[in-house]
């Protein structure tokens, strides 16, 4: 069965700092994967998705960044760190592939980011 | 207007009753639609698909009307376990490839 990772579970950081969130995907290969921001009482926000190693697709202009090194790793990073960055960051995964079925996505468990 | 559109709620019900929430789209491009559950700052969790029609599964029935852009979450006899934010999502097809348009959710609260 497939799971999906997400680290860390909770972080503080300063504004300005940097920023490294990672997720990784098993039991599944060649996984199309996606970085939501949940801001509190909002909906889920797109901000990158991935068909595939090394490519990434941008939903909305931003000072964060994604990259996938690897087939089933999935990576969020900023240089420096807005208030406005706060927010419940979720990374999901879907199959890759024309059928309905491979748009369903499944999430992991979230890293919820407040910038002080 | 939104691209999802979902009413908010809070929705307190019994337990034991039987609870509906719509949704509406607004893209008639649509192709296939979601009901996520999310608990309380956790990560969303697939519910239903709805392909068609309809779908059902347990005390759980989605309708799906693409002449009006709709769908409907139907849950029966609801339990404690039930409360939860509802999300409902849609996927298009555009020029970027699918894209999943989720809603702002509707809570359910079942009391005792």
């Known amino acids: 069965s497939q799971t999906i990772h997400q680290w860390p579970a909770t972080l503080v950081q300063p504004v300005g700092s940097p920023l490294s969130l990672e997720c990784t995907v098993e039991?599944?290969?060649?996984?199309?994967l996606y970085w939501y921001r949940q801001a509190a009482g909002r909906g889920l926000q797109l901000l990158f998705y991935?068909?595939?190693?090394?490519?990434i697709s941008s939903e909305v202009p931003q000072n964060l960044s994604a990259s996938r090194p690897q087939d089933r790793q999935f990576i969020l990073s900023s240089k420096k760190l807005l208030l406005s960055d706060s927010g419940f960051y979720l990374c999901?995964?879907?199959?890759?592939?024309?059928?309905?079925?491979?748009?369903?996505?499944?999430f992991g468990p979230g890293t919820r980011l407040t910038v002080l | 207007r939104k691209e999802v559109e979902q009413d908010p709620g809070p929705f307190n019900v019994p337990e034991g009753a039987t609870v509906a929430f719509n949704c509406t789209y607004s893209n008639s491009a649509s192709q296939s639609f979601f009901w996520y559950r999310q608990d309380c700052r956790k990560e969303p969790k697939l519910l239903m698909s709805?392909?068609?029609s309809g779908n059902e599964d347990g005390r759980f029935t989605a309708q799906l009307n693409r002449a009006s852009q709709y769908i409907s979450l139907l849950i029966r006899d609801s339990k404690l376990s039930d409360s939860a934010t509802y999300l409902c999502?849609?996927?298009?097809?555009?020029?970027?490839?699918?894209?999943?348009?989720f809603g702002t959710g509707t809570q359910l609260k079942v009391e005792l």
């Open positions: 999502v849609v996927n298009t097809l555009t020029g970027g490839g699918n894209k999943l348009t």
């Open positions: 039991g599944t290969s060649n996984p199309n």
């Open positions: 709805v392909y068609s």
């Open positions: 999901a995964w879907s199959h890759f592939g024309l059928s309905l079925s491979y748009n369903e996505q499944f």
């Open positions: 991935s068909v595939g190693i090394g490519q």
